[in-house]
């Protein structure tokens, strides 16, 4: 069984500062995980993933996420936060192929 | 970049009515997802699909749900008869693989189905 938990419901912070959103999951297998951001009114875009290659993961607009396994962990950073990064962002894991469990959801939000 | 095409972007329909969803996946993609997302709640994986028939469902997608193929390029998911809980956000997703290296899922914008 896989599941997901983001630590944190709701996470504020000021432009320019640094962004961490923190996300444990349970896996059976060596799982693929994923970063996804929801904009109001827009779909779910993929921020990155990690299949099993390197652990610490690059993805779009400056976002990176690092795999740990001894943690179970797979927390998003970036290093400066924007005002174009409020938004709804999903961990989510796949050990099952084409079956995608995810988080709850952190709602980020960025003050000038 | 492709995208997920998905229409109408919002959907209000009458208790007991039957809606379709409609869902136009990349091109080149050979497997294709449905999933939800309840106001509140969290986004929930309903069905999967290759090859044109079910890979894998889950208990929500019960006989009230169905998802079809009928051509190259559109992907539908039916409610035969919509009750006030299937009120949610409906998301098509597609992928190229179903797993390795080098797989991912595009997801659409969604449609909003409201259950009156």
């Known amino acids: 069984a896989q599941s997901v938990t983001q630590l944190d419901s709701h996470v504020s912070v000021s432009e320019g500062t640094p962004v961490l959103l923190r996300c444990n999951y349970s896996?059976?297998?060596?799982?693929?995980l994923f970063w996804y951001v929801q904009h109001p009114n827009k779909g779910l875009q993929l921020l990155l993933k990690?299949?099993?290659?390197?652990?610490l993961v690059k993805g779009i607009n400056g976002f990176e996420a690092e795999f740990k396994k001894s943690e179970t962990s797979f927390h998003l950073t970036k290093p400066s936060a924007h005002m174009s990064d409020a938004a709804e962002y999903f961990c989510?894991?796949?050990?099952?192929?084409?079956?995608?469990?995810f988080g709850a959801g952190t709602t980020v939000t960025v003050r000038a | 970049e492709p995208e997920v095409t998905q229409t109408p972007s919002h959907q209000v329909t009458q208790m007991g009515q039957e809606v379709i969803l409609r869902c136009v996946p990349i091109?080149?993609?050979?497997?294709f997802y449905w999933y939800r997302q309840i106001l509140g709640q969290k986004v929930e994986f309903l069905v999967s699909?290759?090859?044109?028939?079910?890979?894998?469902k889950s208990e929500i997608f019960d006989d009230q749900f169905s998802v079809e193929r009928p051509d190259g390029s559109n992907f539908t998911l039916k409610i035969r008869s919509t009750k006030l809980e299937d009120s949610a956000m409906y998301f098509c997703?597609?992928?190229?693989?179903?797993?390795?290296?080098?797989?991912?899922?595009?997801f659409g914008s969604g449609t909003r189905l409201t259950v009156v």
């Open positions: 896996s059976s297998y060596s799982p693929s």
């Open positions: 990690y299949t099993s290659a390197a652990t």
């Open positions: 699909f290759y090859n044109n028939e079910i890979s894998e």
């Open positions: 091109s080149n993609h050979l497997y």
């Open positions: 997703a597609s992928s190229p693989k179903s797993q390795g290296v080098g797989y991912g899922y595009t």
């Open positions: 989510v894991v796949s050990d099952n192929p084409g079956k995608l469990s």
